[in-house]
């Protein structure tokens, strides 16, 4: 199988087209280890678990934001993922069927071959404050109720992989708007019965809640399940209601 990785020596552009022997349950982390190991060592790319819990991985892999360490060589050309307004269906190298495309993370700056800097997306993650506020300290543990659980459980599975970042039209317009993975992290908050402070709030204005034009492309790409898109739909809606509770 012949895979085409785009190259950055913090100067110069360019895609390298290199051969790999497939193997059965072959990811694409496993084709980037080859490549480093066995042909060309100044590859670099981001990792760490190998077991889509760390969240480092996450590229571009035929023009989809995915984590390298959970997709399937085999299955990258059956995975179809129709994504809204993607800019980046349209710009750079064409897909093609003699080869899989991996690209680094859109919407971020590249610093090296396939990784990225997350600054800006752990600057828009930190505006939210994501750490349970509550009125006071707790004595003992809480008793959560299951079903409470598994609700906040939508949301507390995100890993931080920016996949979702990359992926949405809007982060890619404006470096200001809060994200996907920054704006469920804080509906998580809101419907936590344990923190206490005002969340929907905290992010109504243009960048935050607002700025989303729900594309979905969030929900499409996130390895998590995560429901970002669902998340903001239901603080606008809260947020409309206490409009128009005041008029
Ligand atoms: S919401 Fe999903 S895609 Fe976005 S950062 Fe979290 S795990 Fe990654
Ligand atoms: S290496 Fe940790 S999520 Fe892929």
Redesign the pocket.
Known sequence: MRFKIYRYDGEEEDHDIYEVPHEEGQTI?DVLFHIQEEIDDSLSFR???????????AMLIDKVPK????TQVKRVKEEKRELENYEVLDEGENLSEDFILVEPLPHLEVEKDLIVNMDKFYENYEKIEPYLKPDEEPEREHRMDPEKVSELEDYTNC?L?AACFGGCPVNGENENYFGPAALAKLYRFHIDPRDNEDRLASADEEDGWWACDFYTNCRKVCPKGVPPNFGIGKARQELEGRKDDED
């Not at 990792?47 to 991985?57: I, L, P, T």
């Not at 984590?67 to 959970?70: G, I, Q």
């Open positions: 982390l990792y760490s678990c190998r077991g889509a819990v760390c969240g480092s991985c984590l390298a360490c959970r890993i992989c």
